[in-house]
């Protein structure tokens, strides 16, 4: 419901959020995630550093993302808590089927072999 004082309309925005088909939460019209947004404000970011470190995201957006995340931190911590886990299990699983020991030998005697 909008509210009128003199000339001024006063009426709610939604957060400029959007969950993709995977169910990654986004900023509109962006492949930024509110992961990155709140990472970014949590390491001390200023909303003005987050505009320059991600060029994609209005500067409005990102004052948006950051009191939606403020008014509902239980929810998005919750969220963010997820997105951490399937990291990790993605992580573990991609370790198993390609051992991380010995990648830059591998790859090094790859480039010998190509000259």
């Known amino acids: 419901m909008a509210a009128s004082t003199g000339a001024l309309t006063i009426s709610p925005e939604p957060a400029p959020l959007t969950a993709d088909s995977g169910g990654v939460v986004r900023v509109n019209g962006t ?61 573990r699983g991609n370790e198993k089927r390609f051992k991380p020991s010995g990648v830059r030998a591998r790859l090094l005697a790859r480039r010998a072999s190509k000259v």
């Open 31 to 91: 492949r930024v995630t509110l992961d990155t947004v709140v990472a970014a404000f949590q390491e001390g970011a200023t909303p003005e550093e987050i505009a320059d470190q991600y060029p994609s995201l209005a500067l409005g957006d990102i004052y948006a993302v950051l009191a939606y995340y403020l008014r509902h931190r239980v929810e998005v911590d919750h969220y963010l808590a997820h997105r951490q886990e399937q990291a990790a299990t993605i992580r």
